[in-house]
């Protein structure tokens, strides 16, 4: 059974920091890219940043320079570090683990509010 498990999301003022993770298990995670998608509030769903099965990363533009993510395989986690928080990334943030198109896996979201 495939588990997706985002952590780490709450409370922070502007100008702070926060550390999301996403624990896998039931995939060979080493072979799988993996991502953080958020949703703002009335918004669609966009992507944060990804980190292929070999390490290479991409990066919304919105998050380019404040926002690190990484993985560690033989934890089956990923991060993400986020800093110098601003309002508008308040959001449901998602993980997401994907295989070739063929297999595409989502967790249950962890809520990152900024606020003052």
């Known amino acids: 059974q495939v588990q997706i498990v985002e952590s780490g999301g709450g409370l922070v003022q502007p100008g702070g920091s926060l550390r999301l993770s996403c624990a896998t298990s039931?995939?060979?995670?080493?072979?799988?890219?993996m991502g953080w998608y958020r949703q703002p509030p009335g918004k669609q769903r966009e992507l944060v940043a990804v980190i292929s099965s070999g390490g290479t990363t991409n990066y919304g533009d919105s998050v380019k320079g404040r926002f690190t993510i990484s993985r560690d395989n033989a934890k089956s986690t990923i991060y993400l570090q986020m800093n110098s928080l601003k309002p508008e990334d308040t959001a449901v943030y998602y993980c997401?683990?994907?295989?070739?198109?063929?297999?595409?896996?989502w967790g249950q979201g962890t809520q990152v509010t900024v606020s003052s």
């Open positions: 039931g995939i060979i995670f080493s072979s799988y890219d």
């Open positions: 997401n683990a994907a295989l070739r198109r063929i297999f595409d896996y």
